[in-house]
């Protein structure tokens, strides 16, 4: 049938009925069940679960599997048994720990402390698995009605406090002891074997599941910690005590093995840090504060130094540093230091080695510093103020006969033997090393590893010595001695170092200190100048077979020099007059004074193998000029030869003797021997050889004599007592009045830059003013006469 849009067909059945109802539905065969049935069903389930309990205690496999038995707990708690439940596993737990585990535990454990400490670690490992299962069952009540109960505790703190309280707290061992007691004792114990070395009786995983076990009970630190450090401690004592006699590197070396075994036991077995920092601190005092004396001993500490034991004087120093008393250690050290120095400078039969054994000593004394005492500031300075203690004590420099400083005249020849020789003239021992030319270059002594750079470098630790000298005169007269003697032969190694020496010690020193020192390379320059201009003024003339080189010193600048006289060959005196008269017709109203002592002459000489230059004195010279005059086999007498030559008896006997006995025998003496007698007679050696063209023959009578040296000392005291009488004029004229205290304090101020004044020395030059009439006193006071 069609029906039209909008119209209804009222004849066609339809579903829809909403004013029907709901229709009833039926359920066919449904099954009631009774209370009785649920009654029986948590009944079966509880004792069920309490089956378990007993099977878990028992180490057997539940008879129910843990999914019915999960479930059974879910439908206890729902049901509103949780507290109920919670109280039977808890009633349970404890029956099985007290009445079956502890007995156990008590009958197994053995008569020893480890013995019971194993035996309980065993049963608590059992234990732990058997909360695990019980965890496991149980867990619907762990997560729901213990986890937020107030007054219960989850299960698995429950089987901690249980087992603890069984173990620690009620348990007796065999003894009467607890049993927690002799656990804790057990632990000791290892750490007793572990100490002494006992290897068959420690148990490392033993102790290490000890520490975890009472960290887990909780109990660490009021029962284990306690004992350990009583017993550590007493331990130490012991340690320290029967070490106490031994040498120090010995008992340093037990020390340091010592602490670190502590230190890292307490790593490797999950001791505490605040047990680690007590049980070291507790070392610490036995070891090193209350063993102090034996640490700090200045016989063992020179001891260690003296045999180079860096490892051993790193281990002293840190030590030390562990109880903040590594600055006690500068006693000894500053000890040492003036003991060796003075040492050192007393040596009379080394007098020539001494300032490389001072640099030595320094060196390694740096070095103990950089790789042993951790840089530490405190000591380098305690360094620099025991090398100038020693360096300036008088007591040193009496040993000498002098009243001026030994090290000062020593640092001069010194560096006068790095300039005159270079490189060659340094010991290997103070060549510096990668470490220490780092070091330096950083500090700006050299750029590079070049020659120029070390011998530098060798030049500024020699000025390191001299910057400790309170008196710098002596340094400075034989400095001037030697660098006038350097210029005057040529016998410097390299101009660009004499001159960098001379900038040094003017940055030192200041500008009067080296006014003189620059005078004489003026002079030099000067007198190539006037060289220069002489032979030009000779002409074709010049050409001669002697060249002769002059050098024009002002006397002001350089040392005094004796006049020695002597007979100079025609030729030589021939040439020496005319550059008088060049000279003196260039600049009138001067006077030449010759100092012959100081020439030196490049000689040709024939012999049977060949021809050969060689470098000799001026007065070497005029001997060897004096065979041309004779035959082939002839010889000449000393006598002969001192009629020739004019020189004295002294000088003479040093030349022949380097000409006839050193090394090079370009004469021979006869007879034989070492020294020149006024009956002996020389030849030339015609069959003289060497492989070099030119030949440096030693020149005996530039060597410093006793007598020189002594005459320079006494020259210096001379000029430090007119400084001393013109410091007193200057203090006087500026003040008009001072007590004699206050003056002798103002001159010893004053005049220590060049050199220390004794107190009797100021009041003799106080004495002399007052008689010159500079001052005059006036009770205990000087007053200055305008």
């Given at each position: 049938m069609?029906?039209?849009p909008?119209?209804?067909?009222?004849?066609?059945?339809?579903?829809f009925?909403?004013?029907?109802?709901?229709?009833?539905?039926v359920?066919?065969?449904?099954r009631?069940?009774?209370?009785?049935?649920i009654?029986?069903?948590?009944?079966?389930?509880?004792?069920?679960?309490?089956?378990a309990?007993?099977?878990n205690?028992?180490?057997?496999?539940?008879?129910?599997?843990l999914?019915?038995?999960c479930r059974?707990?879910?439908a206890?708690c729902?049901?509103?048994?949780?507290?109920?439940?919670?109280?039977?596993?808890k009633?349970?737990?404890?029956a099985?720990?007290?009445k079956?585990?502890?007995?156990m535990?008590?009958?197994?454990a053995?008569s020893?402390?480890?013995?019971?400490?194993?035996?309980?670690?065993?049963?608590?490992?059992?234990?732990?698995?058997?909360?695990?299962?019980?965890?496991?069952i149980f867990?619907?009540?762990?997560?729901?009605?213990?986890?937020?109960?107030?007054?219960s505790?989850?299960?698995?703190?429950l089987?901690?406090?249980?087992?603890?309280?069984?173990?620690?707290q009620?348990?007796?061992a065999?003894?009467?002891?607890?049993?927690?007691?002799?656990v804790?004792?057990?632990?000791?114990?290892?750490?007793?074997?572990d100490?002494?070395?006992?290897?068959?009786?420690?148990?490392?995983?033993?102790?290490?599941?000890s520490?975890?076990?009472?960290?887990?009970?909780?109990?660490y630190?009021?029962?284990f910690?306690p004992?350990?450090l009583?017993?550590?401690?007493?331990?130490?004592?012991?340690?320290?005590?029967?070490?106490?006699?031994?040498?120090?590197?010995?008992y340093?070396?037990?020390?340091?093995?010592l602490?670190?075994r502590?230190g890292?036991?307490?790593?490797?077995y999950?001791f505490?840090?605040?047990?680690?920092?007590?049980?070291?601190?507790?070392?610490?005092?036995?070891?090193?504060e209350q063993r102090s004396?034996?640490?700090?001993?200045?016989?063992?500490?020179?001891?260690?130094?003296?045999?180079?034991?860096?490892?051993?004087?790193k281990a002293l120093?840190g030590?030390?540093?562990?109880?903040?008393?590594q600055?006690?250690l500068?006693?000894?050290?500053?000890?040492?230091i003036?003991?060796?120095?003075?040492r050192?400078?007393?040596?009379?039969?080394?007098g020539?080695?001494?300032?490389?054994?001072?640099l030595?000593?320094?060196r390694?004394?740096?070095l103990?510093?950089?790789d042993?005492?951790d840089?530490?500031?405190?000591?380098?300075?305690?360094?620099r103020e025991?090398?100038?203690?020693?360096?300036?004590?008088?007591?040193?420099?009496?040993?000498?006969?002098t009243?001026n400083?030994?090290?000062g005249?020593?640092i001069a020849?010194?560096?006068?033997?790095l300039?005159r020789?270079?490189?060659?003239?340094?010991?290997?021992?103070l060549?510096?090393?990668a470490?220490?030319?780092?070091?330096?270059?950083?500090?700006g002594?050299?750029?590079?590893?070049?020659?120029?750079?070390?011998?530098?470098?060798?030049?500024?630790?020699?000025?390191?010595?001299f910057?400790?000298?309170?008196?710098?005169?002596?340094?400075?007269?034989?400095?001037?001695k030697?660098?006038?003697r350097?210029?005057?032969?040529?016998?410097?190694?390299?101009?660009?170092?004499?001159?960098?020496?001379l900038?040094?010690?003017?940055a030192e020193?200041?500008?009067s200190?080296?006014?003189?020192?620059?005078?004489?390379f003026?002079?030099?320059?000067?007198?190539?100048?006037?060289?220069?201009?002489?032979?030009?003024s000779?002409?074709?003339?010049?050409?001669t077979?002697v060249?002769l080189?002059?050098?024009v010193?002002?006397?002001?600048a350089?040392?005094?020099?004796?006049?020695i006289e002597?007979?100079?060959?025609?030729?030589?005196?021939?040439?020496?007059?005319?550059?008088d008269?060049h000279?003196?017709h260039?600049h009138?109203?001067?006077?030449?004074?010759?100092?012959h002592a100081?020439?030196?002459s490049?000689?040709?000489?024939?012999?049977n193998k060949?021809?050969?230059?060689?470098?000799v004195?001026g007065?070497?010279?005029?001997?060897?000029?004096?065979?041309?005059?004779i035959?082939?086999?002839?010889?000449?007498?000393?006598?002969?030869?001192s009629?020739?030559?004019?020189?004295?008896?002294?000088?003479l006997?040093?030349?022949l003797?380097s000409?006839?006995?050193?090394?090079?025998?370009?004469?021979?003496?006869?007879?034989k021997?070492?020294?020149v007698?006024?009956?002996?007679?020389f030849t030339?050696?015609?069959?003289?050889?060497d492989?070099?063209?030119?030949i440096?023959?030693?020149?005996?009578?530039l060597k410093?004599?006793?007598e020189?040296?002594q005459?320079?000392?006494?020259?210096?005291?001379?000029?430090?007592q007119y400084e001393t009488?013109?410091?007193?004029?200057?203090?006087?004229?500026?003040r008009?009045?001072?007590?004699h205290?206050?003056?002798?304090?103002?001159?010893?101020?004053a005049?220590?830059?060049?050199g220390m004044?004794?107190?009797?020395?100021?009041k003799?030059?106080?004495e002399?003013l007052i008689?010159?009439?500079?001052?005059?006193r006036?009770g205990?006071?000087?007053?200055?006469l305008a």
């Amino acid at each position: 049938m069609i029906s039209r849009p909008g119209v209804v067909d009222l004849t066609r059945p339809s579903n829809f009925q909403p004013h029907t109802g709901a229709k009833r539905l039926v359920i066919k065969n449904l099954r009631t069940t009774s209370r009785k049935d649920i009654d029986e069903y948590y009944e079966r389930t509880w004792a069920d679960l309490d089956a378990a309990l007993t099977s878990n205690f028992n180490r057997e496999q539940p008879a129910t599997p843990l999914e019915v038995l999960c479930r059974g707990v879910e439908a206890i708690c729902r049901r509103g048994r949780a507290e109920q439940l919670a109280t039977h596993v808890k009633e349970r737990s404890k029956a099985y720990l007290e009445k079956q585990l502890r007995p156990m535990i008590e009958k197994e454990a053995g008569s020893s402390n480890v013995d019971t400490l194993r035996t309980v670690y065993k049963y608590w490992t059992i234990w732990n698995e058997q909360s695990i299962i019980m965890r496991s069952i149980f867990c619907y009540l762990d997560r729901s009605y213990l986890l937020t109960s107030k007054d219960s505790l989850q299960l698995e703190d429950l089987g901690i406090a249980q087992f603890r309280h069984t173990v620690f707290q009620k348990s007796k061992a065999k003894g009467g002891k607890s049993l927690g007691s002799q656990v804790v004792a057990g632990m000791c114990d290892l750490v007793e074997y572990d100490r002494t070395g006992q290897e068959d009786l420690f148990d490392a995983s033993l102790l290490r599941d000890s520490i975890a076990m009472l960290h887990i009970f909780g109990i660490y630190g009021k029962s284990f910690e306690p004992l350990f450090l009583d017993l550590s401690n007493e331990y130490f004592e012991n340690f320290a005590r029967e070490r106490a006699n031994s040498s120090m590197k010995d008992y340093i070396t037990s020390c340091d093995k010592l602490l670190d075994r502590e230190g890292l036991r307490c790593d490797t077995y999950n001791f505490d840090s605040t047990t680690k920092r007590s049980l070291l601190d507790k070392a610490y005092y036995s070891l090193i504060e209350q063993r102090s004396d034996v640490l700090l001993n200045a016989e063992g500490l020179s001891k260690l130094i003296d045999n180079g034991m860096m490892s051993s004087l790193k281990a002293l120093y840190g030590l030390l540093s562990l109880s903040k008393i590594q600055e006690k250690l500068k006693t000894p050290w500053e000890s040492y230091i003036k003991n060796e120095g003075s040492r050192i400078v007393r040596d009379k039969e080394r007098g020539e080695d001494m300032v490389i054994r001072l640099l030595e000593l320094k060196r390694s004394l740096e070095l103990i510093i950089r790789d042993a005492f951790d840089k530490d500031e405190a000591f380098t300075y305690t360094l620099r103020e025991a090398f100038s203690s020693f360096i300036n004590d008088r007591k040193n420099t009496a040993a000498w006969g002098t009243s001026n400083s030994k090290v000062g005249e020593m640092i001069a020849k010194y560096i006068d033997a790095l300039l005159r020789g270079g490189l060659k003239a340094v010991p290997r021992s103070l060549v510096f090393d990668a470490k220490d030319r780092d070091a330096a270059e950083k500090q700006g002594q050299g750029s590079t590893g070049d020659e120029d750079a070390e011998l530098d470098r060798q030049l500024e630790q020699g000025l390191e010595l001299f910057r400790f000298i309170e008196g710098k005169d002596v340094f400075e007269a034989f400095y001037k001695k030697d660098l006038a003697r350097r210029l005057l032969m040529a016998r410097s190694a390299s101009q660009d170092a004499e001159r960098n020496m001379l900038a040094k010690l003017k940055a030192e020193c200041g500008f009067s200190f080296t006014h003189n020192l620059e005078q004489m390379f003026k002079d030099q320059e000067l007198a190539r100048d006037e060289m220069a201009a002489y032979k030009q003024s000779l002409g074709s003339s010049s050409k001669t077979g002697v060249d002769l080189q002059v050098s024009v010193l002002s006397s002001a600048a350089w040392p005094t020099y004796p006049d020695i006289e002597v007979k100079l060959p025609d030729e030589v005196a021939k040439h020496i007059e005319r550059y008088d008269r060049h000279y003196k017709h260039k600049h009138s109203g001067r006077k030449l004074s010759w100092k012959h002592a100081l020439a030196h002459s490049v000689v040709r000489a024939q012999f049977n193998k060949g021809t050969r230059e060689l470098v000799v004195s001026g007065f070497q010279a005029i001997v060897l000029v004096l065979f041309n005059n004779i035959p082939a086999d002839g010889n000449l007498s000393y006598t002969d030869i001192s009629a020739a030559t004019g020189l004295v008896d002294a000088e003479l006997q040093r030349t022949l003797q380097s000409l006839a006995c050193a090394k090079f025998r370009v004469l021979t003496k006869h007879p034989k021997g070492r020294d020149v007698n006024a009956t002996d007679t020389f030849t030339v050696n015609a069959n003289f050889w060497d492989p070099k063209f030119r030949i440096k023959i030693n020149q005996i009578q530039l060597k410093e004599t006793k007598e020189e040296n002594q005459e320079t000392h006494e020259r210096v005291y001379q000029d430090r007592q007119y400084e001393t009488q013109a410091a007193i004029v200057r203090i006087m004229k500026s003040r008009k009045s001072m007590t004699h205290q206050n003056l002798v304090a103002e001159v010893i101020n004053a005049t220590k830059g060049r050199g220390m004044v004794e107190l009797g020395e100021i009041k003799k030059n106080i004495e002399k003013l007052i008689e010159k009439e500079y001052i005059e006193r006036e009770g205990s006071s000087y007053v200055y006469l305008a």
